[in-house]
């Protein structure tokens, strides 16, 4: 079946740029998540959103990452003014709800130049 | 608050040896516990969970799981490594009933020798 999808799987843009990166979950998953991932560490989380409740934004490092998710499905996560601290994997979960296993996608690998 | 702790950055054992990554937590609340597996260039995929069910938790490619509330750990073990389980293994806690936010360990890389 139908996984979560994100797009594009790799992403090279000069620093200043904006990003736009886009996460697909499965379909009936009220809950999508997004984590940064660098080189050789852990998850880190960005931002969470559950159904129609205002998105828990407490992971965002700054005002320069922005997220949103239309119709309760697909989410885009915007990076304005790229700096090449934000070069990472971003990756993508969904989930039916609180406690339940996630399943992600393979991730963005972001490079700023 | 929660916290989770996973004591080896890297492990390395022979193809066919048992395997053991370590993972202790911190919940104020009854946790539920997972383990994640991530292949390179891949996200993660679901090991096993615990959810205050069984203690002794059984995943998919052989592995397994005890939950000991007393040592408030949850170590994964396998009997017999195969090349194929070389991999980064995520170990993550969240609260039954409360915050939504997993909180992941800082992740165990699996190396498998031939």
């Known amino acids: 079946g139908a996984g979560v999808s994100q797009s594009p799987s790799n992403k090279v843009t000069e620093k200043g740029k904006d990003v736009e990166l886009r996460c697909d979950p499965i379909s009936g998953h009220t809950a999508l998540y997004w984590y940064r991932q660098s080189l050789g560490q852990g998850l880190e989380f960005l931002i969470y959103f559950q159904g129609n409740s205002a998105p828990d934004k407490s992971g965002l490092p700054s005002d320069r990452f922005s997220a949103e998710r239309t119709g309760g499905s697909v989410s885009t996560l915007t990076i304005q003014r790229t700096q090449q601290e934000d070069s990472a994997v971003y990756l993508c979960a969904s989930n039916v709800g609180v406690n339940q296993p996630q399943h992600f996608g393979d991730g963005t690998r972001l490079s700023i130049l | 608050a929660q916290s989770v702790t996973q004591l080896d950055s890297h492990v390395s054992v022979s193809e066919g040896t048992p395997v053991l990554l370590r993972c202790n937590y911190s919940?104020?609340?009854?946790?539920?516990l997972f383990w994640y597996v991530q292949h390179p260039n891949k996200g993660l995929q679901l090991l096993l969970k615990y959810t205050s069910a069984a203690t002794l938790v059984k995943g998919i490619n052989g592995f397994e799981a005890e939950f000991k509330k007393s040592e408030t750990s949850f170590h994964l073990t396998k009997p017999s490594a195969h090349m194929s389980d070389a991999a980064e293994y995520f170990c993550?806690?969240?609260?039954?009933?409360?915050?939504?936010?997993?909180?992941f360990g800082r992740g165990t890389s699996l190396i498998v020798h031939p």
């Open positions: 993550v806690v969240s609260r039954t009933g409360g915050s939504y936010i997993p909180t």
């Open positions: 919940s104020s609340y009854s946790p539920s």
